[in-house]
T-cell receptor
């Protein structure tokens, strides 16, 4: 079965640089979530999109922005990177039509290292 | 206050034994969902099992079952006949409110690292 695809899997950036993380949800899933998991931490919700519209926002820094495109893929744009942005970034997708409890299926994550 | 509490940072269990991972939650919303995810050392998050607040029966999925005690606000994961491949970090997570188009963010606990000993 198709899973959530994230690219790149690993990314190394310098401080103050920008990064773009991409997420391709499971086909026919209409909702995308982004989470940030710092080293040894639990995942923290950043932002979500339903049908290409932002649906909820969590503890996402102003330096970050995200969107969901017409083909339902999503991109997380991160600017002025800081050392503290080093983390594993997960994208998850879900579909109410596919499951009554709308479980989120996670991608493999993008490991961002800021030097 | 922590919405999800996992009090066992680490556990060591002998292979083939059953193991219970504890999870308590805090919410005033009558409608919520509880999830368990497994995170192996490779990093991916794997969905294991779900329990809804209105579900009358405890959820089961193969070797995984959820001991749901609503009055105590606990949702413990039980893994029967543990295997070496069960060694991983396990997260309990909660969705508050009704399922509502994109507003189902998950709040995670701090996780329990389970190690299965041969």
């Amino acid at each position: 079965a198709a899973g959530v695809i994230q690219s790149p899997r690993h990314l190394i950036k310098e401080k103050r640089e920008t990064a773009t993380l991409k997420c391709y949800p499971i086909p026919r899933h209409d909702t995308v979530y982004w989470y940030q998991q710092g080293p040894g931490q639990d995942p923290q919700f950043l932002i979500s999109f339903y049908e290409k519209m932002q649906s909820d926002k969590g503890s996402i820094p102003d330096r970050f922005s995200a969107q969901q495109f017409s083909d339902y893929h999503s991109e997380l744009n991160m600017s002025s990177l800081e050392l503290g942005d080093s983390a594993l970034y997960f994208c998850a997708s879900s579909s109410l039509a596919a499951s009554s409890y709308n479980e989120q299926f996670f991608g493999p994550g993008t490991r961002l290292t800021v030097l | 206050a922590q919405k999800i509490t996992q009090t066992q940072p680490g556990m060591f269990v002998q292979e083939k034994e059953a193991v219970t991972l504890d999870c308590t939650y805090d919410t005033s919303d009558p409608s919520y969902g509880l999830f368990w995810y497994k995170q192996p050392s490779s990093g991916e998050m794997i969905f294991l099992i779900y329990q809804g607040s209105y579900d009358q029966q405890n959820a089961t999925e193969g070797r995984y079952s959820l001991n749901f005690q609503k009055a105590r606000k606990s949702a413990n994961l039980v893994i029967s006949a543990s295997q070496l491949g069960d060694s991983a970090m396990y997260f309990c997570a909660m969705r508050e409110g009704v399922v509502n188009f994109g507003n189902e963010k998950l709040t995670f606990g701090t996780g329990t690292r389970l190690t299965i000993i041969p």
